[in-house]
């Protein structure tokens, strides 16, 4: 039975604007032409959400769409901070503040989008029960979405990790007690789908699910909703100065992306922000 979209708390994130310009404009109007938007992705959803639930009313007011594509977060990141796109679509706040820090920048996220949650799917064990010691799962090899994927291992009673523990910094050093022996394989994000028939368990990021065809809804057990975790849209943060932005609907009607979203059952199993009640 399909699961819905769970909805979690509006987490209000800044964006000033001119108010004599309309948000959509306000947005994207670095580009050289102030009609043209530029946005970037990574590998997931978030392109063809863009494509079907939000470019066709841009379009109709006149805009001009470029997508471009990026292979990791950095590159993607570099990319809004030197002004060669206007926005990205693919990160949570805390990957966004980690990735700030390393490359000395202050890209800021305006707005929240449906996120796939990370989820525990089956590769040589389909069920879940008590593990056998020496359990094989696959985890994110970068320190947030690792934090992420052992929050779901902890939910469910196989590991406990240091309640202080920074999720930017996260490492296994942060594991306090493994009753199980639990081995946690490090990989990167796009090998763990192709690995997962190698592995007793995968904790995939939930865009790199779905954009392998993986269902949700498919997944033993999915993260708790939290809005550390869901996706922003993000600008460089010389974009943020002044007032606060309000909700994406402010430059897309709510009825349209709602409508979207809740009408495709690919969408089941997605954490929604609260404003798509």
């Known amino acids: 039975m399909a699961n819905p979209p769970r909805k ?26 102030a009609h043209l938007i530029r946005v970037g992705f990574n590998p ?9 639930g939000v470019a066709p009313y841009l379009l109709s007011k006149g805009y001009k769409i470029e997508y471009k594509d990026f292979s990791d977060g950095i590159q993607v990141n570099d990319a809004v901070a030197r002004g060669d796109i206007e926005a990205n679509i693919m990160q949570h706040p805390v990957y966004l503040k980690a990735i700030n820090e390393r490359l000395g920048i202050d890209n800021v996220g305006i707005v929240q989008v449906p996120t796939p949650p990370m989820g525990l799917y089956g590769g040589k064990l389909t069920t879940l029960g008590t593990p056998a010691a020496g359990t094989v799962v ?3 090899n970068q320190p947030s979405n690792e934090y992420r994927a052992v929050l779901v291992l902890e939910s469910l009673g196989w590991v406990k990790i240091k309640p202080d523990s920074d999720p930017a ?4 050093r942060n594991i306090v007690d493994n009753p199980y022996k639990i081995v946690l394989k ?8 192709r690995a997962l028939p ?5 904790l995939i990021q939930g865009n790199f699910a779905v954009s392998s065809g993986m269902s949700l809804t498919s997944a033993l057990k999915l993260e708790a909703a939290t809005s550390h975790f869901i996706n922003v849209v993000t600008v460089a943060g010389k974009k943020s100065e002044g007032a606060v932005c309000q909700r994406y609907y402010r430059w897309l009607p709510l009825g ?4 979207y979203i809740l009408s495709h059952p690919q969408y089941d199993g997605y954490l929604l922000p609260d404003y798509l009640k």
């Open 8 to 33: 979690i708390p509006y987490e209000q994130v800044s964006c000033a604007r001119d108010r004599s310009r309309p948000v959509v404009g306000h947005l994207f109007y670095a580009a050289a032409d």
């Open 44 to 52: 997931g959803p978030y392109k063809e959400q863009f494509e079907k």
């Open 138 to 140: 696959s985890v994110p």
């Open 169 to 172: 910094t996260f490492s296994q």
């Open 186 to 193: 490090e990989m990167d994000n796009a090998q763990q789908v």
């Open 198 to 202: 190698d592995v007793d368990y995968g």
């Open 256 to 259: 349209r992306v709602q409508k």
